[in-house]
């Protein structure tokens, strides 16, 4: 569970959100032109961003005070550079450069987290992964579970590098090569460390006052493996003994294949058999890594910025100086202009030739934004390709959440909708389809919400898969014309079924936003959901990839809903427990399978029940219950719809 299970959306922080514009020259020529001069600006941007002794000496000052007042003035006098567009290029690295210091220190943390956990060292040496230390650590920092796992994938293929490049290494220290080389071991070795493992585990959760469900689970599966430990040892001492491209994902093939041999074939033995593996090569490795670790430095495990050439950043016009591009005046100036005429000009000039202008077009969305308070902070520029060759300019706005909201398409759904008031409203979130957003005021999902599904299903199971075995074919046929043309409409298709996901992105907080407020809802609830699908399968992982679940699309929604009404509504964190598993009416077992998924019998009462309303439902009983648990006011109108 969340920390927070009632989230009162408060403006506290100010916030920057960037938004594209639109620039228009006289004609073709000039854009051209324009873009040209863009163009040669991006260049000069880059030698200063690519330049060693400059990212030197920006990291080392986000090293010193990552939060100075004018770090850009700093490393333009370090670097001796007095050029205009060194105030964009050393914007752009310093923002880099605290993102690597950031980096650092993380991985201090992680080699300090490894040295006081040896097994989870000698996991993370061996598999460049440590779940357990992915746990702790994403817990730690607050982070996302993936960048956890990111982090030390990445981590140790540098260190692979670092540690052979910069010791001196013992035979026993070269054998540690990741994912090629470990220290070769015996089958009897292996049948001990199974033998050892077992019992370490039964004496070590004997110790605790009390064993959870997961540990007997664990020690069910050990047991199992000492019963065949004969059988099982071979196939070890066999991946350990051999290079592998993965140790990651062979181990875990190793782990359903031994399930496999020994008859076992619905056990997950991948945590037993990477446990058993540690403790095969502990005695071996320990010493090696530990002095290894500790020897590292992080500062040289950690990429530095713009350490590889990337495509060109956009160049920021900073508002306090002199630019080559000329603007109309400061933030102030052209914040008042934006929102008096919604439109203003831009020169392009260049030395020896005629100054080009544009006209920079703010949309209406933008104009109310800043109607509502919120300030122009920076323009930023990029060159465009052929065959357009059309500059591409963004604004960058700041100000509070509230300024950003934008409540006419949230109305309009309020005014179609005809509803009875509910106080607290639950909402189930399924993968894209008709179901994908259901209340517990049965709400139907809106035309244009279904027309964009439909589209996307369409895209996913006919034009996908059809296009996908063209490819097999034109590839087996060695068909070069018929094989580049397949795979350039293939990726259109994705291109054209992540917009769609986008489009239903944008729409849902406006729509979910009419709901609340035709409802009159004071509280919304929705679950806590394991938005990572890793170690998950099959259907499951792919509902998890195609769900529409993300925080800030909920909490926009409240924050919409919340400038509409008269008052707050609060966003309800409930348990994802049981909310598919129980009829709402009668508490009775629904017969929910992959044949009846969306409507299923109810064992007790027999009725045929729409899964998904079932389970708004009961998310929005869960709220209830924490509501009256935390002891916030409820109006006598109680309810779920």
């Not at 961003?49 to 986000?62: E, F, P």
């Not at 943390?109 to 060292?121: E, G, K, V």
């Not at 909201?405 to 179609?416: C, R, W």
Request: hydrophobic fraction near 35%; proline fraction near 3%; charged fraction near 25%.
């Amino acid at each position: 569970m969340n920390s927070v299970l009632v989230k009162d959306l408060e403006e506290e922080k100010e916030v920057q959100k960037t938004y594209s514009l639109v620039l228009r020259f006289q004609n073709l020529a000039q854009r051209k032109e324009a873009n040209h001069r863009v163009s040669d600006l991006e260049d000069k941007q880059s030698l200063l961003l690519y330049d060693t002794s400059t990212q030197k000496i920006a990291r080392d000052l986000a090293r010193e005070n990552p939060n100075v007042s004018f770090p850009i003035s700093k490393i333009q006098k370090s670097s001796r550079s007095s050029s205009n567009i060194s105030f964009s290029a050393y914007n752009w690295l310093f923002a880099a450069s605290k993102v690597s210091v950031d980096k650092e220190k993380k991985v201090a943390d992680l080699f300090q987290f490894l040295l006081q956990n040896p097994q989870q060292a000698i996991e993370w040496v061996i598999l460049g992964r440590s779940p357990y230390t992915e746990i702790s650590l994403s817990k730690k920092w607050r982070v996302d579970y993936v960048y956890v796992i990111n982090l030390l994938t990445s981590t140790r293929r540098k260190t692979n590098t670092y540690w052979k490049k910069n010791f001196t290494m013992s035979f026993k220290e070269k054998q540690l090569e990741f994912n090629s080389k470990l220290p070769k071991t015996t089958q009897f070795e292996v049948e001990q460390a199974i033998q050892d493992c077992y019992e370490v585990k039964v004496e070590e959760y004997a110790k605790l006052k009390k064993t959870t469900e997961k540990q007997y689970t664990f020690l069910d599966k050990l047991a199992l493996v000492v019963k065949h430990k004969y059988v099982i040892a071979p196939y070890v001492t066999s991946w350990i003994n051999l290079s592998q491209k993965a140790r990651w994902k062979s181990l875990k093939q190793l782990s359903k294949q031994l399930a496999e041999t020994i008859g076992q074939i619905n056990e997950k033995l991948h945590s037993t058999i990477r446990l058993i593996v540690v403790f095969a090569l502990f005695s071996k490795l320990w010493g090696t890594v530990s002095k290894l670790i500790d020897s590292t430095n992080p500062e040289e495990v950690v990429s530095s910025p713009f350490e590889r050439k990337k495509a060109n950043l956009p160049i920021k016009m900073l508002m306090k100086h002199e630019y080559d591009i000329i603007r109309p005046g400061n933030s102030q100036k052209m914040t008042q202009l934006a929102k008096e005429q919604g439109c203003f000009e831009l020169g392009f000039p260049c030395k020896g030739k005629k100054r080009i202008t544009g006209n920079l077009l703010f949309t209406e969305k933008i104009i109310e934004y800043l109607k509502n308070g919120a300030s122009v902070r920076i323009l930023q520029i990029k060159s465009g390709k052929a065959p357009n060759y059309k500059p591409k300019i963004s604004v960058v706005l700041h100000g509070t959440p509230s300024m950003f909201v934008s409540t006419k398409l949230a109305q309009k759904y309020a005014n179609s909708m005809n509803l009875t008031a509910a106080n607290i409203l639950g909402l189930d979130v399924n993968r894209v389809g008709k179901h994908m957003l259901s209340f517990s005021n049965e709400v139907p999902l809106d035309s244009r919400l279904r027309s964009l599904s439909n589209h996307y299903l369409s895209l996913t199971r006919k034009e996908i898969p059809r296009l996908s075995n063209s490819l097999k074919t034109k590839g087996k046929q060695k068909d070069s014309y018929g094989y580049i043309k397949t795979k350039g409409e293939l990726n259109r298709i994705y291109n054209k079924r992540t917009n769609i996901i986008k489009e239903i992105k944008r729409i849902i907080p406006h729509y979910i936003a009419g709901v609340i407020i035709k409802s009159k809802c004071k509280f919304f609830c929705i679950e806590e959901f394991r938005k990572n699908p890793r170690g998950k399968r099959g259907a499951l992982a792919k509902a998890i990839y195609n769900m529409p679940y993300e925080d800030n699309i909920f909490e926009k929604a409240v924050q919409i809903a919340t400038h509409i009404l008269s008052y707050k509504v609060k966003l309800v964190y409930v348990s994802a427990r049981n909310t598919s598993k129980y009829h709402y009416s009668c508490r009775g077992v629904i017969q929910r399978d992959l044949k009846n998924y969306d409507y299923a019998l109810c064992k007790k009462c027999g009725e045929r029940v729409n899964t998904h309303i079932n389970a708004a439902k009961n998310i929005a009983k869960k709220g209830e219950t924490i509501i009256k648990q935390i002891k916030l006011p409820l109006d006598a109108a109680k309810g779920t719809g």
